[in-house]
């Protein structure tokens, strides 16, 4: 079985902090995802990346960068953690190639910034 | 508009109803995908499906291209079965963003 797994379910931070939050998997998955799930406005593609170093803006990068130094670690860093960045993040992986692949989500981590 | 509408939005039956939960989407794709949420967080994969239909379980899933549909069914649904249902499809110029359904809310009673 896939095993997509983040760092923390819960996180609390302060406003100004920087923040880390990790994403592994297991499965040798080229493509990682990092989403942001708010009530009434669904799953929003922050950042992806289909290779080592390689990352690509999604719909929503603003107040967010990445890191991928390793293919099965995805990490989202929140340079100054805002209050509008409370939310819950989800961290995807899936296989690339020529068609889609289904895409397997970690259990997910809900950020209260205060 | 969205590009993907999910109908019914929220929904709550009895234990051991037939269930119909609906995809309608605006844009040509490559595959849908039906997801399944329960409270707390996590994400679960049920379906990707291109074409015809897929069956796991008590889950059916089914798609027509031409009218730009799909359809998740539940037989003889159970408490368990109680989460939020969603439908994302990648576009015909994508292989890997998916666009996200708002999802489907349901409700099973003992």
């Known amino acids: 079985d896939v095993k997509v797994t983040q760092s923390s379910r819960y996180l609390v931070k302060r406003t100004g902090e920087k923040v880390f939050l990790e994403c592994v998997q297991d499965?040798?998955?080229?493509?990682m995802f990092w989403y942001r799930q708010d009530p009434g406005l669904g799953l929003r593609l922050i950042y992806f990346?289909?290779?080592?170093?390689?990352?690509e803006k999604g719909d929503i990068p603003e107040g967010y960068s990445v890191s991928r130094e390793k293919k099965e670690r995805f990490s989202l860093i929140l340079e100054s953690a805002s209050t509008n960045q409370t939310s819950m993040y989800l961290c995807?992986?899936?296989?690339?190639?020529?068609?889609?692949?289904?895409?397997?989500f970690g259990p997910g981590t809900r950020l209260t910034v205060t | 508009k969205n590009e993907v509408e999910q109908s019914p939005q929220n929904l709550t039956a009895q234990e051991g109803e037939f269930i119909t939960i609906n995809c309608s989407y605006s844009?040509?794709?490559?595959?849908l995908h039906w997801l399944q949420q329960h409270p707390g967080g996590g994400i679960v994969s049920l379906f990707m499906?291109?074409?015809?239909?897929k069956k796991h379980g008590r889950l059916i899933a089914t798609i027509n291209i031409q009218e730009k549909h799909s359809s998740l069914h539940i037989t003889a649904s159970h408490p368990r079965d109680s989460a939020v249902y969603i439908c994302?499809?990648?576009?015909?110029?994508?292989?890997?963003?998916?666009?996200w359904g708002a999802g489907t809310k349901l409700i099973i009673k003992p």
């Open positions: 995807a992986s899936s296989f690339l190639g020529l068609a889609p692949y289904e895409q397997y």
């Open positions: 499965m040798d998955h080229e493509n």
């Open positions: 990346s289909y290779d080592v170093k390689m990352k």
């Open positions: 844009v040509g794709i490559s595959a």
């Open positions: 499906l291109s074409s015809g239909k």
């Open positions: 994302a499809v990648y576009a015909a110029d994508s292989n890997y963003q998916l666009i």
